[in-house]
């Protein structure tokens, strides 16, 4: 059984900071790529940032500069540090991992970020 535990989210003042993590647990092989998405009420799920195996980077235009997403392969971990915190970035928070042996797409459960005064 695969299963992606995302944790550190929670409630921050605009400006503020946190870092989510995701740990990728059971028989998973061959991870391509892992990353974060978002989905805010009302509105469709959306890339924040990826990872993949060899280092490639990719970010969303709303996040680059302020998010940084980090991995340790060896561990099936991946890390999205979040500063600068916008209203605009409040969402549900989901990891995300691709096996590209098996072509399998895996989601965590999410993790709630509001960011609000």
């Known amino acids: 059984q695969v299963q992606l535990v995302e944790s550190g989210g929670g409630l921050v003042q605009p400006g503020g900071s946190l870092r989510l993590s995701c740990v990728v647990s059971g028989s998973i092989f061959s991870v391509y790529r892992m990353g974060w998405f978002r989905q805010a009420p009302g509105k469709q799920r959306e890339l924040v940032a990826r990872i993949t195996d060899d280092g490639w980077t990719t970010y969303a235009g709303s996040v680059k500069g302020r998010f940084t997403i980090s991995r340790d392969s060896a561990k099936y971990t991946v890390y999205l540090q979040m500063n600068s915190l916008k209203p605009e970035d409040t969402a549900v928070y989901y990891c995300?991992?691709?096996?590209?042996?098996?072509?399998?797409?895996?989601w965590g459960q999410g993790t709630q970020v509001t960011v609000s005064s």
């Open positions: 995300h991992a691709y096996s590209a042996l098996t072509r399998t797409d895996y």
